[in-house]
C-alpha cells in the first residue's frame, strides 16, 4: 500500500458534474482530498478539476463505469496507489432511464440497465470500498472512521409509474444503506442515504417547464428546485462525522415534498 496522505480522501462516484460535482465542491472545501468518478474522458472534466483543486483538493480523476466490477476494482487500486486512504465513499452516480415508460409498456432493457448502474454498481463498489476500510479500521486503531453515503432520491418512496425501473433502483439503494450501515458499524463506518427531492441538473433538464409548474402549485413546501450546493452541504456535514450515532438514517433533502400534508 501506498503511504497514506495527511488529508482524508473522498472518492464521489459521477463527480465531475451535477449533484456529485455539488458534493465534491462541499468535500473539498472541508478539507478532503478526493477521488472523481466519471464516464467521461479526462479532457472533458478538465474544467471541473480546476474548480476542486482551486478549492484546495487533490484530485485523481478515475474514468470507469460503476457497472463493471473490473473499472470498479481498477477504480480503487488507483485511489489506493495515488492516496493510500479512503475515509469516505460517496455513491452517487446514477441515471434515468432513457425514456419514461409507463409500467405496462416499460422494457427489460431499460429495468437491467438502471438496476447495474444505480443499485449493483452502488452495492458492490461499496462492498469492495467497505474491505479496504475495514483493513484501514485495523492499521489505524479505534480513532479511524470511515464513512459512505448513498445519493439515492425520493423515488425510493415516492411511486412514478412512468418510471418504475428507476424507483425500484432507489429503493434497492435503501435497503443497502441499511444492511451496509448494519454489517460495517462494528468497524467505525457510518452508512448514511441522502434523499434528494427535485434538483437542477442535466438530470431533469428536459423535465424543466414541467417541474417549474409543478413547483409553482406546491409540490414542495420550499418553493424552489433544489440545487447541487443543497446536496453537497448535507454530504459534507455526514462526511466530517458530525452526525454521530445516526449510521443507517436517511437525510431528505426535497424541500419538504414528502411531508404528508392534508
Ligand atoms: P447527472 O446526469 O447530472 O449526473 C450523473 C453523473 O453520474 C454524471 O457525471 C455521469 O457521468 C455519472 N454516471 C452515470 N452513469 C455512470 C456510470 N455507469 N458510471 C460512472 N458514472 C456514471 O445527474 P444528477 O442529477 O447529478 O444525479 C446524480 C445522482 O442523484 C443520481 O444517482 C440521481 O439518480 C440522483 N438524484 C437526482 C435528482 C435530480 O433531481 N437531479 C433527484 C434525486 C436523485
Known amino acids: 500500500m501506498a503511504t497514506a496522505t495527511a488529508k482524508k480522501v473522498a472518492m464521489v462516484t459521477g463527480g465531475s458534474r451535477g449533484i456529485g460535482f455539488g458534493i465534491a465542491m462541499a468535500l473539498a472545501g472541508s478539507g478532503f482530498d478526493l477521488a472523481i468518478n466519471g464516464r467521461r474522458d479526462q479532457t472533458e472534466v478538465a474544467e471541473a478539476i480546476g474548480k476542486l483543486q482551486s478549492a484546495g483538493a487533490k484530485v485523481l480523476y478515475l474514468r470507469g463505469d460503476v457497472a463493471d466490477r473490473a473499472a470498479r476494482a481498477a477504480m480503487l487500486e488507483a485511489v489506493e496507489r495515488g492516496f493510500g486512504r479512503l475515509d469516505v465513499l460517496v455513491n452517487n452516480a446514477g441515471v434515468a432511464p432513457e425514456t419514461r415508460a409507463d409500467l405496462l409498456d416499460a422494457s427489460e432493457e431499460s429495468f437491467d440497465r438502471l438496476m447495474s448502474i444505480n443499485l449493483k454498481g452502488p452495492y458492490f463498489l461499496t462492498q469492495a470500498a467497505a474491505r479496504w476500510m475495514v483493513r484501514q479500521r485495523n492499521e489505524r486503531g479505534q480513532d479511524w472512521r470511515g464513512c459512505i453515503i448513498n445519493i439515492s432520491s425520493v423515488s425510493a418512496a415516492v411511486a412514478s409509474v412512468n418510471r418504475g425501473d428507476y424507483c425500484i433502483s432507489k429503493a ?15 468497524f467505525g463506518i457510518d452508512v448514511y442515504e441522502i434523499r434528494p427531492g427535485i434538483v437542477a441538473t442535466d438530470m431533469t433538464a ?6 417549474d409548474r409543478l413547483i409553482a402549485g406546491g409540490l414542495t413546501v420550499e418553493k424552489r428546485w433544489g440545487t447541487p ?3 453537497g452541504r448535507a454530504a459534507a456535514v455526514l462526511a466530517r462525522g458530525e452526525i454521530s450515532y445516526a449510521t443507517g438514517q436517511v437525510l431528505n433533502v426535497d424541500g419538504g415534498m414528502t411531508i404528508r400534508r392534508l
Open 206 to 211: 428536459g423535465m424543466r417547464e414541467k417541474y
Open 229 to 231: 450546493e443543497d446536496v
Open 172 to 186: 434497492g439503494i435503501a435497503m443497502a444503506t441499511q444492511l451496509w450501515a448494519a454489517r460495517l458499524a462494528e
